[in-house]
């Protein structure tokens, strides 16, 4: 029952930011869901190896996302569809910062997604995605810019 | 510009909008223990690997087991065969560096390269050398190479066991062309010149490379007034004594020289093999009997026919009779008995010397009028039987070849498979 306990409380606190990790990388939420539960299955499949399951988890989405993102591009060049997105507040702010972030690369989303979504620190983003410290502190302000741009021409 | 910190702002609310359903837990909890159950199907999953694994072990198996004779690097035929029918050019695969043959019995030139014929009688491999002469050993183990066409300071003396040629130095520069080889496999007597004229035609002395010290010796000078005859030699049964004829030479004198120690030529006069000879084309010494020796004569290469002479080292008993010849017929060698071997036409012959007619031996193929300079391995030859032989098994280096693609293959086919049913898993 500790591990079914264990796994619970992990759940209910990070299913959702990692299910909006996984959104904001995707862009479908049907597949973002996939993604987390997934994660979430094996991890419980594994639950006694794993020693910080919070930072396991968050890598777990990171990667499976950027796969999916891969196969998802090799996808579109033989079929276009479209992303089942999910019912969007008519805040038209959302709807700017939304746009801004679907401009950005996945990787930028990524990180910036951790970096101001999930106050993380720099070196806990590098952690999570699995790069040098300098390629995230690249990749954070690249894409800040690159938002900031963005919302100033708004 | 908007500070970081509204950004960030934006950001969270941007997200936090996005609607979240968590699904019970128990219901990923139920997933990770059906998925646990699943380990046996996801055993049985694995049977691309398992394909794989077994198609390296049938594809070791079959590069060892193919049909036909074995063709290892080297490897020996414990058995000698001469095909009924010599497949040329056509029967080779590779080459004698790539695929060493182990012991020959045959050797050829056609299509411009030397081919010869391992002692299983089916495995044909190539000399890459162009344009140059070849002549094999007794014993069928080496092949010695050169180029009578350009004056050298080597000659090449290939291992047909291990493909590897062996260089033998000498100075000063000299064109090549291998006369014969001793009976013990020791030596090789060679016409040299110091300038190199077409086809070797013209004066040149006689020397000889011993293999086992690396001494190059000349034993014979060349003759002036002899003509555009080719020098010819024979060793005689010792191995420590060459006779050689110097080309075109009123009353086709021969002389005999000493190899082993060197001694002053010894001329023996042969008094015309045929009528007003000119040339000994051709020269041959029973390795097995001290006694016997052949001398064909005829200028320009055309032999008319075989003369047999016992009378320069006391001749016991009866010589025997000349025997006619058709054009273009060379002598190969004695069969270690009464009788010889020779190209007949489009194949090769033994012939009795007791008159007992001929047995033809193998044919050339079909339309292989550039098939020349035909040599038997001359020890091996009278061991050897003639079969209706198949081609040969595919060469080691094409089966290793077709092992390895075939195995990329293979692992290339599972990749993709494997990567597919992922595709199909991932995507329901």
């Not at chain 2, 062309?177 to 016409?191: E, G, K, Y």
């Amino acid at each position: 029952m500790a591990r079914a306990d264990a796994f619970d409380t992990v759940y209910a606190a990070q299913y959702a930011s990692l299910v909006r990790l996984a959104y904001v990388t995707v862009g479908s939420m049907p597949a973002a869901e996939d993604v987390v539960q997934d994660v979430f299955v094996e991890w419980y499949r594994r639950i006694d190896q794993v020693e910080a399951p919070v930072a396991y988890l968050r890598k777990a989405v990171v990667s499976r996302c950027s796969s999916w993102v891969r196969r998802r591009i090799l996808e579109r060049r033989h079929a276009s569809t479209l992303d089942q997105t999910p019912a969007v507040p008519p805040d038209p702010g959302i709807v700017a910062v939304r746009a801004a972030m679907a401009r950005l690369a996945p990787r930028y989303r990524m990180a910036l997604f951790l970096r101001y979504y999930l106050d993380l620190s720099v070196a806990e983003v590098a952690e999570a995605l699995d790069c040098p410290l300098g390629t995230a502190k690249s990749l954070l302000h690249r894409g800040l810019a690159h938002l900031q741009a963005q919302l100033e021409d708004r | 510009m908007i500070s970081e910190e509204r950004v960030a702002e934006l950001i969270r609310t941007s997200v936090d909008a996005i609607p979240v359903k968590a699904p019970p837990p128990a219901t990923l909890r139920a997933r990770a223990a059906a998925r646990r159950r699943r380990g046996p199907e996801r055993a049985a999953r694995m049977w691309p690997v398992a394909l794989a694994a077994a198609a390296v072990a049938t594809v070791l198996a079959a590069t060892v087991a193919l049909p036909g004779p074995s063709t290892a690097p080297g490897e020996e035929s414990t058995t000698y065969r001469l095909p009924r029918v010599l497949a040329g050019a056509a029967g080779v695969t590779t080459t004698v560096a790539q695929d060493p043959p182990g012991r020959a019995i045959a050797l050829f030139a056609q299509g411009g390269h030397y081919i010869v014929l391992a002692t299983d009688g089916v495995t044909y491999r190539r000399f890459d050398d162009q344009n140059g002469a070849a002549l094999l050993s007794p014993d069928g183990l080496t092949v010695v190479l050169t180029n009578p066409s350009r004056t050298t300071e080597q000659a090449d003396v290939v291992d047909l066991r291990t493909g590897q040629a062996q260089r033998y130095s000498f100075e000063p520069p000299l064109a090549l062309r291998p006369l014969a080889w001793s009976p013990d496999n020791r030596r090789v007597a060679f016409a040299t010149q110091a300038t190199a004229t077409e086809k070797g035609a013209g004066p040149a002395g006689v020397s000889v490379l011993d293999l086992d010290t690396r001494r190059f010796v000349q034993v014979a000078d060349p003759r002036p007034d002899t003509g555009n005859g080719l020098v010819q030699a024979a060793f005689a049964a010792t191995g420590s004594a060459v006779l050689a004829s110097a080309g075109a030479e009123d009353g086709c004198t021969l002389r005999l020289y000493q190899v082993d120690p060197p001694k002053p030529a010894e001329p023996v006069t042969v008094n015309g093999p045929v009528e007003r000879c000119r040339e000994v084309v051709t020269l041959g010494l029973n390795t097995l009997s001290t006694s016997l020796l052949i001398a064909a004569g005829e200028r320009y290469g055309n032999i008319w026919r075989l003369n047999f002479r016992g009378d320069w080292l006391g001749q016991n008993g009866a010589v025997p009779s000349s025997m006619p010849l058709s054009s273009g017929d060379r002598l190969l060698g004695w069969n270690g008995g009464d009788g010889v071997y020779l190209t007949l036409g489009n194949g090769v012959a033994e012939f009795s010397l007791t008159g007992n007619g001929f047995d033809r031996m193998l044919s050339f193929p079909t339309g292989s009028d550039g098939l020349t300079d035909f040599q038997f391995a001359t020890d091996l030859v009278p061991e050897s039987t003639v079969f209706d032989v198949d081609a040969g098994g595919w060469p080691w280096s094409l089966r290793r070849t077709a092992a390895v693609a075939f195995l990329l293959l293979v692992a290339a086919a599972n990749v993709l498979v494997l990567r597919r049913a992922r595709t199909r898993r991932a995507y329901g």
